[in-house]
């Protein structure tokens, strides 16, 4: 990304109404005159990859924590770590990499995430698995940081949003089918084959990745002064408090929502596995309505999906012993997350278009912190609460992130 790229790039590409002022350099790098979609697709495979990664000890919880002899909560660390890894990796990786070629870069990205997931496999210990879980993170921190300022060098500005929904439907296919086939692929041949099937998934993305990204000589030159500059930006500092609310409230539901059905609602493991396919259904098709949304108001986009969640939560409080309300309610929860990814990097990229990735690295580390503490305090509370726990710290945390984004999210300004 250019570190001053054109005033384009900062508009709301179905209303054309400017979302945050950059101001032009002689340095501007100039806009892409045609997508590249075939480099845009190998990151919508790449972000498949981490995300089913990423999301899979929620459906291999249980057996998981049987298996290595810790608790569920302390399994459910294996999320926490790989959240608190990339919350670091995000804002220091495009420093670190600012001279270096983002198709190496990426491609480097895309090693550490088959490594991961063979460590993973051949986890004999917590130790192992949590090592394993690290280098994820330290990939998908990288990933994500750079994600949306790379989709703005591949495509034209009016394009950006397209390419971002379609790059973000790899997150869609993950919720699809990593929850739903870990958990049947664990309950056939043990949990460890789901992280095969995942190392397999990482190979064939790094096959592509080889093929289809073109060099990418490095723009942006970031530092932590650009970092400091950027947190002291309003609109960039209500977009992290937002996202460090809404997503720990999502993911303390959703990390613990095995336990939840198992000890709760009592379902069999094959009704769990068609319930997690119906998140993952919900959660396709919630990202495209999600984008939709977002493509006109980021900050309706939020306000939707984090009320939608909230009411879901406070309905498996009081009625998570109903397997066809408990059913409905989780397929809704992935519909309604939908409208996260996009709506937050969509706000991000338009609060800071003049340091996308800057932006992009302290949007991702907000992103991880939210996840680990979701983890964390999610786990707290199944541990000692129950397996009620999760939605009941969902609930509390997404009800303050929606207010804050109804209140103070972004609102199209009249383009002068």
């Not at 972000?47 to 924590?65: D, I, K, N, R, W």
């Not at 397929?331 to 003049?354: E, H, N, S």
């Not at 340091?355 to 707290?380: D, N, T």
């Amino acid at each position: 990304m250019s570190s001053s790229p054109s005033c384009s790039a900062c508009l709301d590409a179905p209303t054309g109404a400017v979302a945050a002022e950059a101001t032009p350099t002689p340095h501007s790098a100039p806009e892409p005159t045609e997508a590249r979609w075939a480099a845009v697709a190998s990151m919508a495979l790449g972000v498949f990859g981490l995300v089913t990664a990423e999301f899979l000890p929620a459906s291999l919880l249980t057996a998981m924590a049987s298996d290595l002899r810790v608790s569920d909560g302390a399994a459910g660390q294996a999320v926490t770590v790989t959240a608190l890894v990339a919350a670091v990796a995000a804002p220091s990786l495009p420093l670190l990499t600012r001279r270096i070629d983002r198709r190496i870069v990426m491609i480097a990205f895309t090693l550490l995430l088959v490594l991961s997931n063979v460590m993973s496999a051949l986890a004999g210990s917590m130790a192992t698995l949590l090592a394993a879980r690290v280098l994820l993170g330290v990939a998908l921190g990288g990933f994500w940081s750079m994600s949306a300022a790379l989709a703005m060098r591949l495509v034209p500005a009016s394009l950006f949003a397209r390419a971002m929904s379609f790059i973000l439907t790899g997150v869609s296919v993950a919720t699809v089918c990593a929850a739903p086939i870990g958990a049947w692929m664990g309950d056939m041949w043990g949990w460890r084959s789901a992280f095969i099937a995942a190392g397999g998934i990482s190979l064939i993305t790094l096959a592509v990745q080889l093929v289809a990204l073109p060099a990418l000589p490095p723009r942006d030159n970031p530092n932590l002064k650009v970092l400091g500059e950027l947190l002291r930006r309003p609109p960039v500092r209500v977009a992290l408090l937002a996202v460090l609310l809404v997503i720990s409230g999502h993911f303390a539901g959703f990390t613990y929502i095995r336990p939840l059905m198992e000890q709760v609602t009592h379902l069999s493991v094959a009704t769990i596995t068609a319930v997690l396919l119906g998140y993952g259904v919900g959660g396709f098709f919630g990202n495209f309505v999600g984008g939709w949304i977002a493509g006109r108001s980021e900050r309706q986009a939020i306000v939707a999906g984090g009320a939608v969640i909230a009411v879901l939560a406070a309905t498996l409080l009081v009625a998570g012993q109903s397997a066809a309300i408990t059913a409905i309610a989780v397929t809704l929860w992935g519909f309604a997350f939908g409208a996260f990814p996009v709506g937050f990097q969509t706000w991000i990229v338009r609060a800071a278009p003049d340091q996308a990735e800057g932006a992009g690295g302290l949007l991702v580390a907000a992103f991880q912190i939210a996840i680990a503490s979701g983890a964390i305090f999610g786990g707290l509370m199944v541990d000692h609460v129950g397996a009620l726990g999760g939605p009941a710290f969902a609930l509390a945390a997404l009800t303050l992130g929606t207010l804050l984004t109804l209140r103070h999210g972004p609102r199209p300004a009249v383009a002068a």
